[in-house]
């Protein structure tokens, strides 16, 4: 009668007696009823806890009290009746087993005690949520963590160190308000327990033995961190708040405004040194964190020196991502979801990142309540099982026990962590604003409150860790610090930032247009053809790919000519691997490509495993080609690959939208740091854009690629020929080899620039749209534009000035003519615009009477606005359009009219009289 079910009974309580072993059973039972009842409260407290903690500074209601065990009355008004130990039957008399409430070990004590720490450790100025973690093991290696940190005391040292970071950002902000009044620098009021978390994180960050932290930074209380822990030299930011520029003048860059400054900088920590990178972020301010995300892993791919070329690379334990958000902004925007949702993803995980949320509790001037659904704001990181801890911002010391507990799970698991830092700002959105008009309850609790500096400085007087004159020295010393500072004014200069570590040997692009020999012995161009169709003896290959994608290279390439775009793109991509730049190519689907054209990652039909044939062009090959099939998002994504490109000019970074036009989910990327991070900022990048365009009777969307809003954020000046020194470029090719020059180019010259190439659907496959080995040879380069070298200039009076697709199907058309008057020249680059070649080219002709340009696109769209003041201006010739009319959407619908647009702009050009 030992065991009955799955119950176990020591036989040594039973006796003789039948009642009294009944006596003692029911004993047993009622122990075993109240053990497992407390269970089940201490882990109510765990779930649910976080909802009543004491987490809000400026809470509107009075914070109710906590004592759950006075009524139960409480709990119905928390509406946490879970939290009451009468709903488990418990007494205030009884005796459970617990050790600290930590695993609930076996040892005796009172329910009061238990609930009084579980009231301390979760209902206080803390609040946690980890229930929803994926695996027991991380819950109860939480619990465990969580519950034992916050019983720490903290030393005297640590203490004085907290109250002096924050009375030095308090002080900061007040010589700011005093000596610029007018001035919108989002300063670290309300919210100066940021100071303890970055205090806490880097003394951590230097006993973890990491070596680098990219962080990307909004604007609220940038510059404290920046100048408090960043080496940013205050008499940069006086410098610049008095009109001097933010670089030397030996660089064209126009700079950025006060609260995107940046700091990369090595600091000394207990005597380690760390290299702590702040990106610049616009005012989209979640934005930088993808971004920060991407230059992450570029530097784990450096560190780490692994082979990134495959789905299950690690990353780099020396290296940590830090995205610090604001509340309203992660809730609402986008791209944080799509950031989280990348965190655990092969080809974009960074072994997680830290996060934490300066939580002001407005956004802009709209409260939290009406700016969310979710409870909180960083529910979205449930969407990934990450633990968050919800901290009173008043409480430093519970902010760097919040540190502690995130670092440590972060460490251990390898995963993302939030910390929730609620606090307030003490101006509203920024210093000239007035939060009294839509906040006017919250902001009389806020300017009748002390400040928390003041508040942490006071308590540790009472304490007698300090007195109120070793708080003044704090203040007064760095007031003089701050003074002596703003008198170098005057002769601060700028310091050279610029093509340091990585990036030495490379320079700001030239004024003038440079030739450069992209091209390559034939003989290595085939052999790495060969190779990028070859796969291993065992692998079970798709029978159609074999057919026509392994079968037709291997041939193509032995008798070099017809080479179709995925060919000459594998030789661009295998030559520049051959010469040691890694390639990675990103975007959804790209390992076998929107149009099944590439097939650059073969998958084994039998196991499911993959092949980059790239990857085996030479068997002592040190650059890999990285295939990143992504989730499907563009912003994220495109951020991510961005901050790739900035970090390693040694690595041609490829992004493919699906179709052209998805680029507009990802547009803010290209507005904010594409187009114009070198302006703003010198960030020299080569990310290479690959979007599929063309008018093949798709409808509405993709159709375009909308050319004509890169062309508007382009530099390319109307007064004179560009140079290499325009901000992007933006080319529409006609040929593979085209095409394999572009790639090349990217990675051969001595600067970066992002470039933007309009690619090609219907061409993929096109048999008149194919190029030979020799036109990739080793004289061959980059051509901008091509003539026509069908026609005899002496009998031309006519030409069609086109890019892309049109010209093929200018070309049919002119040969059902017969119409040997007209000449086609081909745009293959917008920008930097080809001024000279077109001239050159023009000059073949003599008998010209009108030059047409020839779209695919609507008039209102496509490259005609961008051309014709150029080409009239520059190159000194009148042009006249011939396309598509305007049109409110890109393309039409109804395939009718598809097909009579089509006659109608390839008829057109033939016959309008001059």
Same mark, same amino acid.
Not at 136 to 140: A, H, I, N, P, V
Not at 745 to 750: A, L, S
Not at 766 to 776: F, K, V, Y
């Given at each position: 009668m030992g065991v009955i079910g799955t119950v176990g009974v020591d036989i040594a309580l039973l006796e003789s007696d039948s009642s009294n072993f009944i006596l003692v059973s029911d004993e047993i039972r009622r122990k075993r009823n109240e053990n497992s009842n407390f269970y089940r409260l201490v882990t109510a407290y765990r779930q649910h806890a976080h909802k009543i903690a004491n987490v809000n500074p400026i809470a509107l209601t009075e914070t109710p009290s906590h004592n759950v065990l006075s009524s139960s009355l409480t709990c119905a008004v928390y509406r946490l009746p879970e939290l009451d130990p009468k709903y488990y039957d418990l007494t205030s008399d009884a005796t459970v087993s617990y050790d600290g409430i930590i695993n609930v070990k076996q040892k005796q004590g009172p329910i009061l005690d238990a609930v009084e720490f579980l009231k301390s450790a979760y209902c206080g100025s803390i609040g946690a949520e980890f229930s929803h973690l994926q695996t027991?093991?991380?819950?109860?290696w939480f619990a465990e963590n969580y519950e034992s940190h916050i019983a720490e005391e903290l030393d005297n040292v640590t203490k004085i160190n907290l109250a002096t970071d924050l009375l030095k950002s308090q002080a900061f902000d007040n010589f700011m308000a005093h000596k610029f009044v007018s001035v919108k620098r989002y300063g670290g009021e309300g919210a100066e327990s940021i100071m303890a978390f970055f205090r806490e994180f880097l003394n951590l960050c230097a006993l973890g033995e990491l070596e680098q932290i990219v962080i990307g930074m909004p604007h609220r209380g940038r510059l404290n961190?920046?100048?408090?822990?960043?080496?940013?030299?205050?008499?940069?930011?006086?410098?610049?708040?008095?009109?001097?520029?933010?670089?030397?003048?030996?660089?064209?860059?126009?700079?950025?405004?006060?609260?995107?400054?940046?700091?990369?900088?090595?600091?000394?920590v207990n005597s380690k040194f760390l290299h702590v990178s702040v990106l610049y972020n616009p005012s989209h301010l979640e934005a930088s964190l993808p971004v920060s995300m991407g230059k992450t892993r570029a530097k784990q791919m450096i560190w780490q020196d692994g082979d990134y070329s495959k789905s299950d690379n690690r990353w780099s334990d020396k290296i940590l991502n830090l995205q610090v958000h604001g509340d309203a902004a992660l809730s609402g925007q986008g791209v944080n979801q799509e950031t989280v949702q990348m965190s655990q993803l092969p080809h974009f995980e960074v072994g997680g990142s830290f996060h934490l949320i300066v939580n002001n509790q407005l956004g802009f001037t709209t409260?939290?309540?009406?700016?969310?659904?979710?409870?909180?704001?960083?529910?979205?990181?449930?969407?990934?099982?990450a633990p968050v801890l919800h901290v009173n911002g008043d409480d430093p010391e519970m902010v760097l026990k919040a540190t502690r507990i995130a670092f440590a799970y972060q460490r251990k698991f390898r995963k993302d962590v939030f910390i929730d830092l609620n606090c307030y700002r003490q101006w509203g959105h920024?210093?000239?604003?007035?939060?009294?008009?839509?906040?006017?309850?919250?902001?009389?609790?806020?300017?009748s409150r002390d400040t928390v500096p003041n508040l942490y400085s006071k308590n540790l007087i009472q304490e007698n860790v300090w007195t109120q004159q070793d708080a003044e020295k704090v203040i007064n010393e760095h007031k003089d610090w701050l003074n002596d500072n703003l008198k170098e004014v005057d002769h601060y200069k700028p310091k050279d930032p610029c093509f340091k570590r990585q990036w030495e040997g490379y320079q700001q692009a030239k004024e003038v247009v440079t030739t450069w020999t992209t091209g390559l012995d034939v003989s290595l161009l085939k052999h790495i053809g060969i190779k990028s169709a070859t796969y291993p003896q065992n692998f079970n290959i798709h029978e159609n790919i074999l057919k026509h994608h392994v079968t037709n290279r291997l041939a193509k390439i032995k008798e070099g000519r017809n080479l179709d775009?995925?060919?000459?793109?594998?030789?661009?991509?295998?030559?520049?691997?051959?010469?040691?730049?890694?390639v990675r190519i990103s975007g959804q689907d790209v390992g076998r490509g929107t149009f099944?054209?590439?097939?650059?990652?073969?998958?084994?039909?039998?196991?499911?495993?993959?092949?980059? *044939? =790239?990857?085996?062009?030479?068997?002592?090959?040190?650059?890999? /080609?990285?295939? #990143?099939? !992504?989730? $499907?998002?563009?912003?994220?994504?495109?951020?991510?690959e961005y901050g790739m490109s900035i970090e390693n000019p040694n690595n041609l970074i490829i992004w493919e939208a699906q179709f052209g036009d998805f680029f507009n989910g990802a547009q803010i990327m290209f507005d904010t740091f594409i187009s114009s991070g070198e302006t703003k900022w010198l960030w020299a990048s080569a990310l290479t854009v690959l979007l599929p365009h063309g008018y093949d009777g798709a409808g509405p969307e993709h159709s375009s690629s909308r050319i004509e809003r890169f062309l508007q954020m382009t530099d390319s000046k109307e007064d004179k020929p560009d140079g290499d020194n325009i901000n992007m470029q933006v080319s529409q090719p006609s040929t593979p080899a085209q095409y394999?020059?572009?790639?090349?180019?990217?990675?051969?010259?001595?600067?970066?620039? *992002? =470039?933007?190439?309009i690619t090609p659907k219907t061409l993929l496959r /096109?048999?008149? #749209?194919? !190029?030979? $080995?020799?036109?990739?040879g080793s004289t061959t380069s980059f051509k901008p534009v091509l003539g026509d070298k069908m026609c005899n200039p002496e009998k031309v009076d006519k030409i069609l000035l086109t890019s892309g697709r049109h010209y093929y199907t200018l070309l049919e058309k002119r040969e059902s003519l017969g119409a040997t008057n007209t000449a086609i020249i081909r745009l293959e680059c917008f920008c930097p615009f080809p001024t000279l070649e077109l001239r050159q080219e023009l000059a073949n002709y003599k008998h010209l009477k009108v030059i047409l340009w020839c779209q695919e696109e609507p008039q209102n769209m496509g490259a005609w606005t961008f051309i014709k003041p150029r080409f009239e201006h520059l190159v000194g010739y009148p042009i006249t359009y011939c396309g598509r009319p305007t049109m409110a959407c890109p393309a039409v619908g109804v395939g009718l009219w598809h097909q009579q647009q089509v006659i109608d702009i390839t008829t057109k050009p033939f016959s309008i009289k001059y």
């Open positions: 027991e093991e991380e819950r109860e961190v920046l100048t408090g822990f960043f080496n940013l030299p205050p008499a940069k930011i006086f410098a610049k708040l008095k009109g001097k520029p933010d670089f030397p003048q030996t660089f064209e860059a126009t700079g950025d405004i006060l609260s995107h400054l940046i700091s990369s900088t090595d600091i000394n409260p939290a309540d009406r700016g969310r659904s979710s409870m909180y704001c960083t529910d979205v990181s449930k969407m990934v099982h920024n210093e000239l604003d007035d939060p009294t008009f839509t906040n006017p309850a919250t902001y009389k609790i806020i300017n775009w995925s060919t000459a793109e594998a030789l661009a991509i295998g030559s520049l691997l051959y010469q040691g730049y890694n099944s054209q590439r097939h650059a990652m073969l998958v084994d039909q039998s196991t499911n495993g993959t092949f980059i *044939p =790239l990857n085996s062009i030479d068997p002592n090959q040190a650059a890999y /080609l990285e295939v #990143a099939n !992504s989730l $499907l998002s563009e912003e994220a994504v495109l951020g991510f394999f020059h572009l790639l090349r180019r990217q990675m051969v010259r001595n600067f970066r620039k *992002p =470039l933007i190439i /096109l048999p008149s #749209a194919t !190029s030979s $080995l020799a036109d990739m």
